[in-house]
């Protein structure tokens, strides 16, 4: 009786859509509608309804050429769940707090979602040299050292899609908007294994960038120090923040099951 109640009030639909979603995975990052269709045992006008709908919505993108299926960047709104299932924000904080403590300096944490940053830490410092970032908060991608490299380690294919048909917008004179050199940008940043920019978004303003990465060597998150140009030495961000930002980002990509080489800046003798 509990089950056939239970049975009533089930939403086929958002099941199988769900079902659609959890298909994909690091075997299966791409799926034809024949494949989930059998994946799920039914037939192909099943899912396609719901395939439609979850790329209408933005959740699932289509490979004009192949016609596969992928999740697309905005899975990341789910995402929340999954980094608050891993409680990752959490963990990373008491380490943000004791990297800014140590330098004096504002500390954040964010992930990619497009072709936007998404802020989902922070340990920011007081006073006149605080750069303020709410949780939440959205900036571009290209034109931020933490939205960098999240975009250097993403595959040259998502890169093509996501600026293909977009402008990179400049924000001062210092933004890089020229998409061949822009695209040789993120290749550097990946080899060395951070980013850093220096006015690029916004005048005076300077940061640095190292990833976090997960247990499969996928990039998680992106750890940065942000700080004005007037409140700190010349060389505080190559000789202070960039050892320590790379040293607190292996200790919490080993904290997440990554068993990946230090980058070569991690050794100060490299920077």
Do not use: W
């Amino acid at each position: 009786m509990v089950s056939e109640e239970k049975e009533k009030y089930s939403a086929n639909s958002l099941v199988r859509g769900l079902e659609i979603i959890k298909l994909f995975n690091e075997e299966q990052s791409s799926l034809s509608l024949s494949e989930i269709a059998k994946q799920l045992g039914v037939s192909r006008t099943v899912p396609y309804r719901l395939l439609f709908t979850l790329q209408n919505m933005g959740y699932l993108s289509q490979d004009e050429n192949t016609k596969h299926y992928k999740l697309s960047p905005k899975v990341l709104e789910l995402g929340f769940s999954y980094l608050n299932s891993l409680k990752f924000p959490e963990i990373a904080q008491p380490y943000m707090e004791k990297l800014r403590d140590e330098i004096g300096a504002s500390c954040h944490l964010s992930i990619l979602d497009g072709q936007e940053v998404v802020y989902v830490g922070s340990a920011p410092v007081r006073g006149v040299s605080a750069i303020n970032v709410n949780i939440g908060m959205r900036l571009p991608a290209h034109a931020t050292a933490n939205g960098k490299l999240l975009l250097a380690y993403q595959s040259k294919e998502s890169l093509r899609q996501m600026f293909h048909v977009s402008n990179l917008t400049p924000y001062t004179d210092k933004t890089l908007i020229t998409p061949s050199e822009f695209q040789q940008q993120l290749e550097t940043i990946r080899q060395k294994g951070y980013s850093m920019t220096s006015g690029e978004f916004h005048p005076g303003i300077r940061s640095v960038a190292a990833p976090i990465f997960d247990r499969t060597g996928e990039i998680l998150a992106a750890l940065n120090v942000v700080a004005t140009e007037s409140a700190y030495q010349e060389d505080f961000m190559d000789k202070i923040s960039l050892p320590k930002v790379l040293e607190v980002s292996h200790l919490l990509s080993n904290y997440m099951g990554y068993s990946g080489g230090i980058p070569k800046a991690f050794n100060k003798k490299d920077v």
